[in-house]
C-alpha cells in the first residue's frame, strides 16, 4: 500500500511527480553576507540597513545562467523570494519605493528570472514574506529587528497592522496578475506569540482573503502551510522528516526546503556545506517517502551563484542525469517491500519499477527479504549493466542481488528492479 493524500485545492500533479525544485534567496541581504536574518540578529535599524540599498548593484546578474544551472541538475521549478522579511523588493511594485528599481541596478530582477527559468522549461515559484521589517505599520514581535527598543515599541500605538495586511494583499495581488501562470506560491510565516510580544497568524495577515485572491487569479496554483491554513503542501525546514509527513494521522503532500550550507541568503564565511554525496542522499531520501526537495542557493550581491553553490548543482545533476528515473514518477514503495539496510526505495507506479539506492556498498551481495517471486529483471541504473539475481532454494523467497565488488563510480549506485506484473 502507497499512502495517499487527500486532494486539495491546488494542481499538485505535476509537482508529486517533478519531485526536485530550486528555492533562491536573494536580496539585500546578500551584502552583508551573513545571513539572510542580519537585520533582526544584529538590531539593526531601517537606517543603519539603508547603506545596503544605496548600493546594491548586481551587475553580473544573468538569471539564463542560473536558469541552466537549476535545468542541468535536475530541478523542474523554482520559488525566488520576491521580498524577503527586511522588506525589499526584487520587483517594480506600485506599492513602495523600496524595490530594485530604485537601487544603483536601476532593474526589475524578477521578471527577467521569470522569463529565463520559463525558457527552460521550469515551473514558476514566489516565496513572500509575510513579515516585513521594513514597512512603517509593521508592528513589533518578537523576531523584529527592533524588539529591544522601548522608544521603536513605544510608537506601536500609531502603527496599523490593517495597513501592511492591505500592502502583503496589493503585492501579492501584483506578483499574482503581472508574471504570468505563477505555479507555486510560499508564504512565509506566522510568528509566534510570546510573553512579551503578540503573534501575527492568519488574522492579523488576513490569510482568508488572501488565498481567496490568489486563487482567484491562479487557480491551479499550490500554495503553502504557512499562512496559518493549510492549503496544498507542508513545508519542513531543514529536517528530513522520519516517515511521509501526516497532519492528524493522514498523509499530506509535503517538500523539504534545505540549503546548502547553514543560511538561505548568500552568506560569505559559513562553512557547514552539505557534500554532494548527503544531498543526493537527501533528495532520495524524500522521494523515498513520498516527498519533494527544495534545495536553496544564495546568489551573491553581485548577481552570481557562487563556485561552492555550482559545483554542488553539478555534482547533483551529474547524478541526476543517469539516476533521474528512480526520481520524477516516483513515490515511496508499497509498504510489503521490506527495504534493505542502509538503502532508500523508491516506487514507480506507472512502470511498475522499484528503486533501490545503496547508501552503504556491501561486499558483493544485497539481500532482499520475500521478493524473490517479485522480480522479472534487475540492473544497475547508471550503465544499465545486469545485476545477476539468486533466488534461495530455503522455500524463504529471499532474492539475493549479486553486486560487483567495486562500488560504480557514481555518487549513490541504484538498482533497477522491474517488478512482474
Ligand atoms: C523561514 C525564513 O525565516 C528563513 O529565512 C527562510 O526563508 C526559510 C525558508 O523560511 O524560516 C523559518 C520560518 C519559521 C520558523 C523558523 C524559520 N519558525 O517558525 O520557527
Same mark, same amino acid.
Given at each position: ?286 522521494? /523515498?517517502? *513520498?516527498? $519533494? +526537495? @527544495?534545495?536553496?542557493?544564495? =546568489? ?10 555550482? &559545483? ?80 534461495? /532454494?530455503? *522455500?524463504? $523467497? +529471499? @532474492?539475493?542481488?549479486?553486486? =560487483? ?10 538498482? &533497477? ?5
Amino acid at each position: 500500500m502507497i499512502p495517499i493524500p487527500e486532494k486539495t485545492p491546488g494542481n499538485t500533479e505535476w509537482f508529486v511527480h517533478d519531485r526536485f525544485g530550486m528555492f533562491i534567496h536573494w536580496g539585500l541581504y546578500a551584502m552583508p553576507a551573513r545571513h539572510e536574518w542580519v537585520k533582526s540578529y544584529e538590531r539593526i535599524s531601517t537606517e543603519q540597513y539603508e547603506k545596503y540599498f544605496k548600493f546594491f548593484n548586481p551587475d553580473l546578474y544573468d538569471p539564463k545562467v542560473w536558469a541552466k544551472a537549476a535545468k542541468n541538475a535536475g530541478m523542474k521549478y523554482f520559488v525566488i523570494t520576491t521580498k524577503h522579511h527586511e522588506g525589499f523588493c526584487l520587483w517594480d511594485s506600485e506599492y513602495t519605493s523600496y524595490k530594485a528599481t530604485n537601487t544603483p541596478y536601476g532593474k526589475d530582477l524578477l521578471k527577467p528570472v521569470v522569463d529565463a527559468f520559463r525558457e527552460e522549461g521550469l515551473k514558476v515559484g514566489f516565496y513572500h514574506s509575510l513579515l516585513d521589517w521594513h514597512h512603517p505599520h509593521y508592528t513589533v514581535d518578537a523576531n523584529h529587528p527592533m524588539r529591544d527598543n522601548p522608544e521603536y515599541i513605544a510608537r506601536d500605538k500609531d502603527r496599523d497592522l490593517d495597513i501592511y495586511a492591505e500592502y502583503l494583499y496589493k503585492q501579492s495581488e501584483e506578483l499574482m496578475t503581472k508574471f504570468g501562470q505563477i505555479d507555486i506560491l510560499w508564504y512565509d510565516f506566522s510568528v509566534a506569540k510570546t510573553t512579551r510580544f503578540e503573534g501575527k497568524g492568519k488574522d492579523q495577515w488576513k490569510s482568508e482573503k488572501l488565498i481567496e485572491m490568489v486563487r482567484k487569479h491562479q487557480p491551479g496554483i499550490i500554495v503553502n502551510d504557512r499562512t496559518q491554513i493549510d492549503q496544498d503542501i507542508k513545508t519542513p525546514e531543514q529536517y528530513q522528516p522520519r516517515e511521509w509527513l501526516k497532519v492528524n494521522g493522514k498523509p499530506v503532500i509535503w517538500e523539504a526546503c534545505q540549503t546548502f550550507s547553514g543560511a538561505w541568503g548568500y552568506h560569505r564565511d559559513e562553512e557547514t556545506w552539505k557534500s554532494v554525496d548527503m544531498l543526493v542522499q537527501m533528495l532520495i531520501d524524500s522521494v /523515498s517517502k *513520498g516527498g $519533494n +526537495l @527544495l534545495l536553496n542557493v544564495g =546568489p551573491t550581491a553581485r548577481g552570481e551563484f557562487d563556485d561552492r553553490a555550482l &559545483e554542488r548543482l553539478q555534482g547533483v545533476g551529474t547524478w541526476m542525469k543517469r539516476h533521474g528515473r528512480s526520481i520524477y514518477g516516483c513515490t515511496q514503495a508499497p509498504s510489503e517491500f521490506i527495504c534493505p539496510k542502509d538503502s532508500r526505495y523508491t516506487y514507480n507506479p506507472k512502470t511498475n519499477t522499484l528503486y533501490v539506492h545503496v547508501f552503504a556498498w556491501p561486499f558483493r551481495h544485497l539481500f532482499l527479504d520475500d521478493m524473490a517471486d517479485k522480480v522479472e529483471y534487475a540492473q544497475l541504473l547508471n550503465d544499465g549493466s545486469e545485476i545477476i539475481m539468486n533466488k534461495s /532454494s530455503g *522455500g524463504d $523467497n +529471499l @532474492l539475493t542481488l549479486n553486486l =560487483p565488488v567495486k562500488k560504480p563510480g557514481v555518487t549513490v549506485p541504484v538498482i &533497477e528492479l522491474f517488478l512482474k506484473k
